[in-house]
């Protein structure tokens, strides 16, 4: 059973910054070989993909958080992190964490490629 948790939301004041982590269980054994995401949604809009880092260590993100956020993994850990500069209210949403094995999901932001998800962290940010 592959489980998913994530940590270090909270509420900030714009221009302030956050790292979320991700802590993995369950195919620890193959935690390297899967792709991770992390999504987030705001109240009344649809999930959408924030940044996505691949089993070899690519990585992709959204336009809107370019420059701004950065997504790593310590597979010796088996956690994934979310680093957040210069945060916007715009950024205020629950992010959540998310993993797959397919191939579809290296480096992807779409959120149907992913098999597994956590269950989410508010972040808000203030102005």
């Known amino acids: 059973q592959v489980q998913l948790v994530e940590s270090g939301g909270g509420s900030v004041q714009a221009g302030g910054s956050l790292t979320l982590s991700c802590a993995a269980s369950?195919?620890?054994?193959?935690?390297?070989?899967?792709?991770m995401g992390w999504f987030r949604q705001a109240p009344g809009k649809e999930r959408e993909g924030v940044a996505a880092?691949?089993?070899?260590?690519?990585?992709s993100y959204a336009d809107s958080v370019k420059g701004r956020f950065t997504i790593s993994r310590d597979n010796a850990k088996n956690t994934l992190y979310l680093q957040m500069n210069s945060l916007e209210p715009e950024d205020t949403a629950k992010y959540y964490c998310?993993?797959?094995?397919?191939?579809?999901?290296?480096?992807?932001?779409?959120?149907?490629?992913?098999?597994?998800w956590g269950q989410g962290t508010q972040v808000t940010v203030s102005s």
């Open positions: 998310t993993a797959g094995p397919r191939s579809t999901a290296r480096r992807s932001l779409v959120s149907n490629d992913y098999d597994y």
């Open positions: 369950g195919y620890t054994l193959y935690y390297s070989r899967y792709h």
């Open positions: 880092i691949d089993s070899d260590g690519s990585t």
